[in-house]
């Protein structure tokens, strides 16, 4: 049977190669995706750098055939699901989302995804609660703890621009733009990557 899945130093020179200014991040995945062309890790890579890159709907495909073919993998999973809120789905987030809720109370990704939730009910200082926690849970990834804290940042300066918050929205996507996540989460659109 062959290999399915790249081994753990062509991950590490895969990952030093797209920390390198100019290079071809897409090209260098693609390149190890001829030869494992089921390795979620590398769906998972392509997804991040094509999100980045605001190549929204190819982003979106490797994104979810990452979440296909390893529903456990969990980052690529929460990932894919914060993709999806800031593109306005947010009833599809929650449903990507669904397996991290049954994951330990203590587990980071949990914690964020309750916050996230809390966010799309405009409920902000019962978010801002979740991702302080999260935050000091999360030993493992700084770069999405300074994703959280960013969101933080700019949900909290668009509240204060804003004035009042408004009513907040159902959540259905059919309900009030005008909130201050609506507006953040819009204008984020996908482009933040959370490694």
Known sequence: MPDTLATDAE??????????PGADDVGAIDALLTRYPDDPRLHFMRGSVLAGQAEH?????????????APEFAIARYQLGFFELTSGEADQ????????????????????????????????????AKFERGIALNQENEPLNGDIQL????????????GDAPP?????GDGDTTSPSALLLGQLGGNRTIN
Not at 97 to 124: C, Q, S
Not at 151 to 162: C, F, N, T, Y
Not at 168 to 172: A, K, L, M
């Open 57 to 69: 709907i190819k982003a979106h495909a490797s994104l979810t055939r990452a979440v296909e073919l």
């Open 151 to 162: 969101l933080m940042r700019e949900l909290r300066a668009k509240m204060e621009s804003g």
């Open 93 to 128: 987030a929650l449903s990507t989302w669904g397996p991290l809720l049954k994951a330990p109370k203590d587990n980071y990704l949990r914690v964020f995804v309750e916050g996230m939730t809390h966010v799309i009910r405009d409920e902000f200082t019962e978010a801002f």
């Open 11 to 20: 991950i590490e020179q895969l990952t030093s190669a797209l920390q390198t």
């Open 168 to 172: 907040p929205s159902d959540g259905d």
